[in-house]
């Protein structure tokens, strides 16, 4: 073999790699499986990947990981956009979708991966004016394709009103199955009991809503924690099924910063669910 010719057919041999997907689909499901807590997701599943889909998805990965973990403090990519006035911002898992809530429960959502960064419409306003709101997600770990769902609790105070809603997030396809953009479905839509006064902290996860609130018949630095099935509520009957966890009185401070969390189970179904809430 010609020494000259070397170089260059190595070099073409180990382009050639870089292009067997096998390579790609190892090095991105060795990547998911390595990070234990809160790993990125696929929007789709890796079968309808393209090798290059999956060598930019798997660099993308880890250089936000080494930004993430070195000490200099420097982002390993920035992206700089104008948004709505926001009441949440949440950063889906995976780094490609940021999505932003206003005070009347409008949902923006921003492609991060895009050229030029525009906000596109999620979820309509759900009520106006409102004088307090909160927002929930849970991504479904489960599903094969990037799906995530929204809870809300919106309270107007003329007239009087405590509602929640929850939406489904699907992914939209193009004509070669990739993702271009995410729709929303309405799931379920339905008032607060009327004992609650105001939600202060609201938790989503799987087919429950845990929130902490003040109740009407209760002490006003008081608060409880109630957990209700959303999924078999829905309308206007505030008749489901729900309890309140009997794990004593919540002390309300208005003016600390610091939060305190409580985590507990919902112990009245089979599947075991996790909640985090803080009261302030």
């Known amino acids: 073999m010609d020494i000259d010719t070397l170089p260059r057919q190595t070099c073409r041999f180990l382009s050639a790699l870089t292009n067997i997907k096998s390579i790609w689909v190892d090095l991105v499901n060795q990547h998911i499986s390595g990070i234990v807590d809160r790993p990125p997701l696929l929007e789709r599943p890796i079968t309808l990947y393209t090798s290059d889909e999956l060598r930019s998805l798997f660099l993308l990965w880890k250089s936000a990981h080494i930004g993430l973990t070195s000490e200099d403090g420097r982002p390993a990519r920035e992206r700089r956009f104008i948004a709505e006035r926001s009441k949440f911002v949440y950063l889906v898992r995976g780094g490609r979708w940021l999505l932003v809530a206003t005070y009347t429960g409008l949902v923006m959502y921003y492609d991060l991966d895009a050229e030029i960064i525009e906000g596109a419409l999620l979820i309509p306003e759900q009520s106006k004016p409102v004088s307090h709101f909160l927002m929930s997600v849970d991504v479904d770990t489960n599903s094969p394709t990037l799906r995530f769902n929204i809870a809300f609790s919106l309270h107007v105070a003329r007239p009087k009103k405590n509602m929640v809603h929850v939406w489904r997030v699907d992914c939209l396809l193009d004509g070669n199955q990739r993702v271009n953009g995410l729709k929303a479905t309405p799931l379920s839509s339905f008032p607060h009991r009327p004992m609650i006064s105001s939600v202060m902290k609201l938790s989503l996860a799987g087919p429950h809503i845990a929130f902490t609130a003040k109740r009407e018949d209760s002490e006003p630095h008081l608060a409880h924690i109630f957990v209700l099935d959303w999924d078999r509520a829905n309308g206007d009957s505030a008749v489901y099924p729900w309890r309140m966890l009997h794990l004593g ?32």
């Open 249 to 280: 009185h919540l002390k309300v401070r208005s003016s600390c910063f610091v939060l305190s969390v409580f985590i507990y189970r919902a112990f009245s179904v089979p599947r075991q669910y996790f909640f985090f809430l803080a009261t302030e």
